[in-house]
């Protein structure tokens, strides 16, 4: 069975970075994409950034020039955040799935990230 572990959640004053990571490990991966998504206290989840299997990034408006993914999707992906606000506050999951218009198979259990004003 494939997990996903997140690491490099924390606390950081506003205009701060953080580097989270995501490392796969057991079973076979059969994944096209790896996806950082979100969830802040009573709202949605929402994908933050996706990496796909052809090296593809695909960013929401809202982080656009502040968060870069990075990584291999079978070994470990990196989302570098930079210049954090305190709107980025939430839990922040890896996923990893098949088609990206699809939810994700595969979710890690979700790393706080809080970004102080």
């Known amino acids: 069975q494939v997990q996903l572990n997140e690491s490099g959640g924390g606390s950081v004053q506003a205009g701060g970075s953080l580097r989270l990571s995501c490392a796969s490990s057991?079973?076979?991966?059969?994944?096209?994409?790896m996806s950082w998504y979100r969830q802040a206290p009573g709202t949605q989840r929402e994908v933050v950034a996706t990496?796909?299997?052809?090296?593809?990034t695909i960013y929401a408006d809202s982080v656009k020039g502040r968060f870069t993914i990075s990584g291999d999707i079978f070994n470990t992906v990196a989302l570098e955040m930079n210049d954090l606000k305190s709107e980025d506050t939430a839990v922040y999951y890896c996923?990893?799935?098949?088609?990206?218009?699809?939810?994700?198979?595969?979710w890690g259990q979700g790393t706080q990230v809080t970004v102080s004003s």
């Open positions: 996923a990893a799935g098949v088609h990206l218009n699809t939810s994700p198979k595969y």
């Open positions: 057991g079973g076979t991966p059969f994944f096209n994409f």
């Open positions: 990496l796909t299997l052809t090296g593809r």
